[in-house]
């Protein structure tokens, strides 16, 4: 990709996101001669799946296995172009969509490159492939340092190659707590135990059920049936209807205690003496799932739509990942978290509709080429499908770990009794807005990001559904940012506006 472009102000496509979608789509718009910029806050493009080391570093197998072969496919397929441009390490904190009445005629992204400054950059389109992050659960302790989602301690260890414990307790209902904890073992962390919420007997029948995919995804079948083995032949005690209860120490976890799943309905933790166990470790890493990053696209008003099981608040989009909002589009787990055959399969869907609205022709071979990719994308979900219902969280489970003086809120340092008491309506039945203006819950530096599913969950106790929570309203910065980019940006968007309108007088 042609450099770091720290001078990049204007895009005919800006795509933000250097996952699998946004590369997808990245070298498909190059491939039909539009130059697009591509933007990630990671400073090497890859996305959560790849998180590639520095530039400097040079690791040694680095991720193998048929898993991470598509998308470093997809990443080799991009990083030697000079087509496309790139802005690594750089945040997009908001985005303003087109506003005539304004003057402006195109987006304007708002972004922060740390120490390079800060930037407006114009767009005619924006892509939004801003991908996925964990499912935050909160249960007493979970905020000590040492307790961190199964994605994460994998990030650090692919990205950075460091362990960030010794001795490891894994929980979560998602089988890539498997994959994270083998990678972890290899890189010689001792792992004290892979706890599943789900029942022995569900897990042998999902893995039979995932024996009809094994022709098409042959890679994603094998592999947990290959880690299982290889965890019993290095005695890594794995349990099932086991969920996490707490997390012990005063500075950082020592302990993690898991309460067995009670056995009439598999719903509610047990804390019975005999169905709990107190495990010792310096790393607790949870993996319940996984929630749409969607906070940019609802900052311009685009529509959403409801789905816990697919990744939460979901941009909404018509089939060829147009969003609402003319000229903005969304592609990868932003909308349905899928997985990354279908995340690829969704860029490129995306970039075909990018040139379709940009006037470009179709052919009978692009039309064959969209039709493939389809095909695609329908394939990689029907595998989807069949692992979010074995992954689905034990919400009920999940609801009554939170206690009354659990954190909900932790950067505003909220409880859950903090959140309910005096709610009229009841927290059940209230805006989440309202709830967050009434007690802070929301306010702090991650802008609602991880309280806001866990408020969610609390206001629609065990599914989540019924009547789709209202997300907090999204606004700019979507991202922790320091005041002063916050405050440069607004001058530069300031700035932007006068130009505006003494081009406007003039004319
Ligand atoms: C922590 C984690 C670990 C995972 N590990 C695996 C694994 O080992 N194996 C596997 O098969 N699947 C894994 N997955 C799932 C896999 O990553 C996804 O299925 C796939 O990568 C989705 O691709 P995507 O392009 O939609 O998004 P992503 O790959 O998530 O890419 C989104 C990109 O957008 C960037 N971004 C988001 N917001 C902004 C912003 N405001 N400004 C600038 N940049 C932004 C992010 O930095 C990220 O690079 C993991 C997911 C997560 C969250």
Not at 121 to 131: C, D, Q, S, Y
Not at 170 to 178: D, V
Not at 219 to 243: D, E, M, Q, S, Y
Request: charged share 20%.
């Amino acid at each position: 990709m042609s450099g770091d472009d720290p001078t990049a102000t204007a895009a005919p496509v800006a795509i933000v996101g250097a996952g699998p979608a946004g590369l997808a789509a990245a070298a498909l718009l190059a491939d039909h001669g539009v130059r697009p910029l591509l933007i990630d806050e990671a400073p090497r493009p890859g996305g959560q799946i790849l998180r590639q080391p520095p530039r400097e570093t040079t690791v040694e197998r680095w991720l193998p296995g048929p898993l991470y072969r598509a998308p470093k496919a997809a990443l080799r397929a991009v990083e030697d172009r000079a087509d496309i441009a790139w802005l690594g390490g750089a945040t997009v904190l908001g985005i303003d969509p087109p506003d005539p009445l304004a003057g402006r005629d195109g987006f304007e992204l708002w972004v922060d490159t740390g120490a390079r400054g800060h930037r407006l950059i114009a767009a005619e389109r924006v892509l939004l492939a801003t991908g996925a992050y964990e499912l935050p659960v909160a249960f007493p302790g979970w905020t000590l340092p040492g307790v961190m989602g199964a994605g994460a301690l994998q990030t650090v260890l692919k990205s950075q190659q460091i362990l960030p414990g010794n001795r490891l307790v894994f929980a979560g209902s998602h089988p890539l707590q498997l994959v994270v904890a083998d990678q972890a073992l290899d890189a010689g962390a001792e792992v004290a135990l892979v706890a599943f919420s789900q029942s022995r007997p569900a897990v042998l029948a999902a893995a039979a059920r995932s024996l009809r995919h094994l022709g098409r995804h042959w890679p994603k079948v094998w592999t947990p049936a290959r880690i299982l083995a290889r965890l019993a032949a290095r005695g890594v005690a794995v349990r099932f209807n086991t969920v996490v209860a707490e997390a012990h120490g005063s500075h950082s976890v020592t302990a993690a205690t898991l309460a067995g799943l009670d056995r009439a309905g598999g719903r509610a933790p047990d804390m019975t003496a005999d169905r709990r166990a107190r495990v010792a470790c310096d790393t607790l890493a949870l993996c319940y799932g996984f929630l749409a990053g969607t906070e940019l696209a609802r900052a311009t008003g685009a529509a959403w739509t409801w789905d816990l099981d697919a990744g939460g608040w979901l941009v909404a989009h018509d089939g060829a990942f147009r969003s609402s909002v003319p000229g903005l589009y969304a592609a990868g787990e932003a909308t349905g978290v899928d997985g990354a055959d279908a995340a690829l399969a969704k860029g490129r869907l995306a970039a075909r509709a990018i040139l379709a609205d940009r006037g470009w022709a179709t052919s009978d071979s692009t039309d064959a080429a969209r039709r493939r990719d389809a095909r695609a994308l329908a394939r990689a979900l029907a595998f989807a499908r069949d692992l979010r219902r074995f992954a689905r969280p034990p919400h009920r489970a999940l609801d009554r770990i939170t206690g009354a003086d659990t954190l909900v809120c932790r950067c505003e340092a909220i409880t859950r009794a903090g959140v309910e008491a005096g709610r009229q309506p009841p927290l059940a039945l209230a805006d989440m807005n309202a709830v967050k203006r009434a007690t802070r819950v929301g306010m702090g530096a991650c802008q609602g990001r991880l309280c806001g599913a866990i408020l969610a969950r609390l206001a629609r106790p065990g599914t989540g559904g019924g009547q789709p929570p209202r997300p907090f309203t999204a606004r700019m910065p979507v991202k922790p940012a320091s005041i002063a980019a916050v405050a440069a940006l607004a001058e530069h968007a300031d700035a932007a506006d006068d130009d505006r309108g003494d081009q406007t007088d003039d004319g």
